[in-house]
Structures are given as structure tokens and as C-alpha cells.
């Protein structure tokens, strides 16, 4: 028997059924649902770790969500009446209805950090145009005779600058107002600067705090925070000319509205 037993070990074919088990031994077990909160106090089994489940086979109901979102997405397009949040809601409610969607685990995916952060930056906005200091930036800016083109670089840099000392919603936040008021006592068109603002504050290499994929390979790589601006720093450069000039050949300056709309 220990024979055969040790020739199914070679071949990778040991049945726990048909062999000993000794102190020690780890075994891999194929339970269902629920197996573990049942059993991992009892002395029968030490449980040691959960390895996740096994995936369930994928049928044509599961593909259903994505009909449902790209409906949503032609039901917004088609419809004046019906904007962007409107029509997420009402998808996301078919999913939960339809049971794609765990309303307990979809609170959980909820960023509330970040949803507070955007909200305080918003006030932050508010308390910039209200405060007088986005128009005392922009007349500063007008005075100076800056071009259009260089007031873009301008909002850039400012813009590159927070991104790299907060987060990028915190920059875009931030930088919003004041890019705004600087384009209407320019009088040109906002967009060329709120994309400026866009593009600024989703790049951030100068610095390993600037993003969350910096940090995340901050520690494991060994760097430096030197190294993140020794090689950052050319691709920032780049980056803010690339935009800077391409921004106003695509949304010019003197084409579009002057002042964002409310909706």
C-alpha cells in the first residue's frame, strides 16, 4: 500500500480519501458556500486561509448589464431631457433589480473619501471666486499683457504644481475658478483652459506623493524621491508643451463659450 501510495504522489494523482494524513499536512479542500464560517471554529478543521471561489460559468444573463449600459448611453444621446446622472440611476437600478448588483456590496465600492475630498474642494472653489481672489489672479494676468497662449502655459503650471502637492481633484478643484475667471478677462473662450486644467492634473511625475501609482511603486522599486523628478521633470516639460500647443488648434480661443453653462 505505501507503494501505491507513493507512486500516486509522483504521478500527482494523492487522493485524500485513499491516503494517511499527518501533522502538518495541508489540505486543499473544494467546499461550498459558506463551508468555512461553519468550520472555522470547530476543532475539526484548522482552517488556515480562504482561497476565493470558484468562478461560476458564464451564461447570456451575464451579459445583460452591458446591454443595459450601452441603452443608457443611446437613451442620453437621443434624449435632451435626460442628462448623464439621470440615466446612470436609472441603470444602476435595473442592475440591482435584475440582481447583478449587491446593493450591500455596492455601498462598499463607494469612494467616501473621495466624494468628501471633491465635495470640500468644491467649496474651496467657491471660497476662491467669492473671496475675490480668482478675479484678483486674472486681472494680475491681464495686466501683465500675457497672451492667451501664455496665460495657458500659466494655468498649466499652477495647475501641475498642486497636482504634485495634493490630489488631482484637488488641483482641477482648485485652479478651476481662477482659470475661468482669467479666460472671461481675457475674452476668449474657458474650454482651451479647462482642458489645460484636465490634462495638468492627471499628470503628475514630478513627485512619488503626486498619484497613487507613484506611491505604490515608490517603496517596492527603492526610488528615490529624487529619481521621480530626475526623470519626471523632462516628461512634465514635454507633456505641458505637447498640450499647450495642441489644446488651441483643437478647441480654439476665440471659438466656444466664454463661460461654462450651468445645466
Not at 2 to 18: F, I, N, P, R, T
Not at 33 to 58: C, H, Y
Not at 74 to 81: C, I, M, P, R
Not at 170 to 181: D, R, S, Y
Request: glycine share 8%; with cysteine; aromatic share 10%.
Amino acid at each position: 500500500e505505501e507503494e501505491e501510495e507513493e507512486e500516486e504522489e509522483s504521478k500527482g494523482e494523492l487522493e485524500v480519501s485513499k491516503s494517511k494524513l499527518y501533522g502538518g499536512d495541508v489540505v486543499l479542500a473544494l467546499a461550498p458556500e459558506g463551508f468555512a464560517d461553519r468550520w472555522q471554529n470547530k476543532e475539526d478543521f484548522l482552517m488556515v486561509s480562504t482561497i476565493g471561489k470558484v468562478p461560476k460559468p458564464i451564461t447570456y444573463y451575464d451579459y445583460v448589464p452591458a446591454a443595459i449600459f450601452a441603452a443608457m448611453i443611446a437613451w442620453v444621446a437621443a434624449d435632451d431631457s435626460i442628462n448623464m446622472v439621470q440615466g446612470a440611476m436609472a441603470a444602476a437600478a435595473l442592475n440591482v433589480l435584475g440582481g447583478w448588483i449587491d446593493p450591500k456590496l455596492a455601498v462598499s465600492y463607494v469612494p467616501w473619501e473621495l466624494l468628501l475630498l471633491i465635495g470640500s474642494m468644491l467649496g474651496m472653489s467657491q471660497a476662491i471666486t467669492t473671496s475675490g481672489l480668482a478675479e484678483l489672479v486674472a486681472n494680475t494676468v491681464k495686466n501683465s499683457g500675457v497672451e492667451p497662449g501664455g496665460a495657458l502655459f500659466l494655468i498649466y503650471a499652477a495647475t501641475t504644481i498642486m497636482t504634485e502637492l495634493t490630489t488631482n481633484n484637488a488641483a482641477a478643484g482648485l485652479i478651476f475658478p481662477i482659470a475661468v475667471e482669467v479666460a472671461q478677462k481675457l475674452g476668449v473662450s474657458y474650454m482651451p483652459f479647462m482642458i489645460s486644467v484636465m490634462f495638468a492634473a492627471s499628470a503628475s511625475f514630478l513627485t512619488p506623493i503626486g498619484y497613487q501609482t507613484n506611491m505604490m511603486v515608490w517603496g517596492p522599486g527603492g526610488y528615490k524621491v529624487l529619481d521621480f523628478t530626475r526623470i519626471g521633470l523632462p516628461l512634465q516639460i514635454i507633456h505641458m508643451v505637447s498640450c499647450c500647443i495642441l489644446i488651441p488648434l483643437i478647441w480654439p480661443f476665440d471659438d466656444g463659450p466664454m463661460m461654462p453653462t450651468a445645466v
